[in-house]
């Protein structure tokens, strides 16, 4: 059975430090890209970030870009997304999740689609206080 457990949440203020991680069990880390996406109260989903496993090659959206690196320890099947300088807008329910379709050339289109990902996992809340 595919689990993925994402863990870090906590509370920040502003301008302050988190890290989350996403463990998996029940698949190789290696084969998938994994994705972070994140959910305000009120708000749709939205992606935060992708790390193709296979080639280390990661994607960010705007918003986030500069601010969260997201990583990989494949050896462990711990997936990071370090989030520094935060903001109050970063606040929501961070959810990873992973896609056996983790070629490069479409991830560069496909990666901030939530239907691309075969597998999620529960979400940790991030709140950050102003």
């Known amino acids: 059975e595919v689990q993925l457990q994402a863990s870090g949440g906590g509370l920040a203020q502003a301008g302050g430090s988190l890290r989350l991680s996403c463990v998996a069990s029940?698949?190789?880390?290696?084969?998938?890209?994994i994705g972070w996406f994140r959910q305000a109260p009120g708000k749709e989903r939205e992606a935060v970030a992708c790390?193709?496993?296979?080639?280390?090659?990661?994607f960010y959206a705007g918003s986030v870009e500069g601010r969260f690196t997201v990583s990989g320890d494949d050896a462990r099947n711990i997936v990071f997304l370090q989030m520094n300088s935060l903001k109050p807008e970063d606040t929501a329910v961070y959810y990873c999740?992973?896609?056996?379709?983790?070629?490069?050339?479409?991830?560069?289109?496909?990666?901030?689609?939530?239907?691309?990902?075969?597998?999620w996992g529960q979400g940790t809340l991030v709140t950050v206080s102003s």
């Open positions: 790390i193709n496993s296979r080639d280390g090659v990661t």
């Open positions: 999740a992973a896609t056996s379709s983790a070629h490069t050339i479409v991830l560069r289109t496909a990666w901030p689609l939530a239907h691309w990902y075969d597998y």
């Open positions: 029940g698949l190789d880390l290696d084969d998938y890209a």
